[in-house]
């Protein structure tokens, strides 16, 4: 098992988002002591993970917009409150043509000195603990019906993907051309991957127009077969 599976595996369970079920939870624990005592191939531990994914995915999305919503709220007064005179009054220059969640994309560089953006990344990390720590306690508290709710809408578009995944399996499961089957396994992988936080951003709108997708490349592939016949 490589160091990154290991580590991804552990923050998983350390960072776990609120209201995930106590079995989860067990089982994840569970499953890092026997990684620990039996290490398993790369490719069987990216399973592990999607599996365990496929759980707390929605939990995990829902959560992330209570985050985003309160470091929009809270995030500009605590960097004024925690940074020094000269990085206060750099950020508002800085205002005037940027954003404060600009900060997060790594916008606005130029507008702080070395010495300003070394303080800046240190307390921009130092909010992104206090806020999500914030937004833990407000999700079990006075967001917990918001919370549930998009919890709730998150399962449902999770069902959507399992079943556009299980369209993709059936089409290259059925598929006599090797390498179009190939590559409609491989694009599952990858949005498996994808919703598991190991790969690229998962895009929504392309998993339900994949099927869509590998339909027609499976007409063009054979309407090339004909003409060369």
């Known amino acids: 098992m490589s160091e990154y599976t290991s580590l991804f595996l552990e923050r998983l369970f350390f960072n776990l988002p609120p209201l995930v079920s106590a079995e989860v939870k067990v089982e994840l624990q569970n499953i890092l002591e026997e990684l620990a005592r039996e290490p398993r191939a790369i490719v069987e531990v990216e399973d592990i993970i999607i599996g365990f994914q496929k759980e707390i995915w929605p939990y ?3 959560f992330e917009e209570v985050v985003q919503r309160y470091l929009e709220e809270m995030g500009e007064s605590l960097l004024m409150r925690k940074g020094s005179y000269e990085l206060r ?3 508002e220059k800085y205002r005037q043509t940027g954003t404060w969640a600009g900060l997060y994309k790594g ?9 300003e953006r070394t303080e800046l990344h240190e307390i921009l990390v130092d909010i992104m603990c206090d806020v999500r720590e914030f937004a833990r306690q407000a999700a079990l508290m006075n967001d917990r019906v918001n919370y549930v ?3 709730r809408y998150y399962q449902e578009r999770y069902m959507a993907i399992e079943h556009e995944l ?3 399996k059936q089409l290259a499961d059925s598929e006599e051309n090797i390498d179009l089957a190939r590559e409609i396994r491989q694009h599952s992988r990858d949005f498996e991957l994808s919703i598991a936080s190991l790969g690229p951003s998962f895009d929504f709108e392309a998993m339900c127009n994949a099927h869509a997708h590998f339909v027609g490349r499976k007409k ?10």
Do not use: C, D, P
């Not at 063009?220 to 016949?229: I, V």
């Open 60 to 62: 995990t999305q829902a």
């Open 89 to 91: 009054h750099a950020y």
């Open 107 to 115: 916008e606005g560089v130029h507008a702080f000195t070395v010495e």
């Open 149 to 151: 709710k998009r919890v």
């Open 166 to 168: 299980g369209r993709l």
């Open 220 to 229: 063009e592939l054979s309407a090339r077969g004909m003409l060369r016949n």
